[in-house]
């Protein structure tokens, strides 16, 4: 039972290109949540969906930043025009979606590296 | 005041100690409370889920005071590969968001 798939495991980019980050999430879950962790620092929240539907995004960038979770296919995590400051690890966890069970599951994460 | 604080550390333990660490949250609502750890440049793994009661994995311990808002982790007999930073999570209520804390760095020394 594979877990959290997410790729690629690392992605370097020049400023102004742009970078799509993959999630698949485990078998049978339905929620999708993509997390940023900066060096040093904690896990801060972008957005969480379900398929075909954005719940939350309200941890996401106005500008250049745009996720989808389409009703076929792994979720997407979209950054236009990158710049340095979107270095970081993008973590991706899904979840069942059950009332009873809000635990997380991660995936690897994907490592951007703008230059 | 953050909704999820947790002392930063480092904490540095001897082997075969025990180290407990708290977290407070200041949602009196939430409802779901949990301890993932997280190794260097590594994913965040589910840990324990801490309930009403409290909850025990050999050698590590829950404890969740709703009094004081606060949960708790007692680690026993600490070994080397529990280092980590441990990251304390809640959920707001109904809402399925969890807000993280920033974790607490332990380190197991020999």
């Known amino acids: 039972n594979a877990g959290v798939m997410q790729n690629p495991r690392h992605l370097v980019r020049r400023r102004g290109q742009e970078a799509r980050l993959r999630c698949s999430p485990m078998k049978g879950h339905s929620h999708v949540y993509w997390y940023r962790q900066l060096p040093e620092e904690g896990l801060k929240f972008m957005v969480y969906?379900?398929?075909?539907?954005?719940?939350?995004e309200s941890g996401m960038p106005k500008e250049r930043f745009s996720a989808e979770f389409p009703k076929e296919g792994p979720s997407i995590l979209r950054i236009q025009q990158v710049v340095r400051g979107d270095s970081a690890a993008y973590f991706c966890a899904s979840s069942p979606g059950l009332v009873e069970s809000y635990e997380q599951y991660f995936g690897p994460g994907t490592r951007l590296t703008v230059t | 005041r953050k909704e999820v604080e947790q002392d930063p550390g480092p904490f540095n333990v001897p082997e075969g100690a025990t180290v407990a660490f708290n977290c407070t949250y200041s949602?009196?609502?939430?409802?779901?409370f949990f301890w993932y750890r997280q190794d260097c440049r590594k994913e965040p793994k589910l840990l324990m889920s801490?309930?009403?009661?409290?909850n025990e994995d050999g050698r590590f311990t829950a404890q969740l005071n709703r009094a004081s808002q606060y949960i708790s982790l007692l680690i026993r007999d600490s070994k080397l590969s529990d280092s980590a930073t441990y990251l304390c999570v809640v959920n707001m209520g109904s809402n399925y968001q969890l807000i993280w804390g920033a974790g607490t760095k332990l380190i197991i020394k020999p």
């Open positions: 969906l379900q398929k075909e539907n954005i719940i939350d």
């Open positions: 801490v309930y009403s009661s409290g």
């Open positions: 949602n009196s609502a939430s409802q779901s």
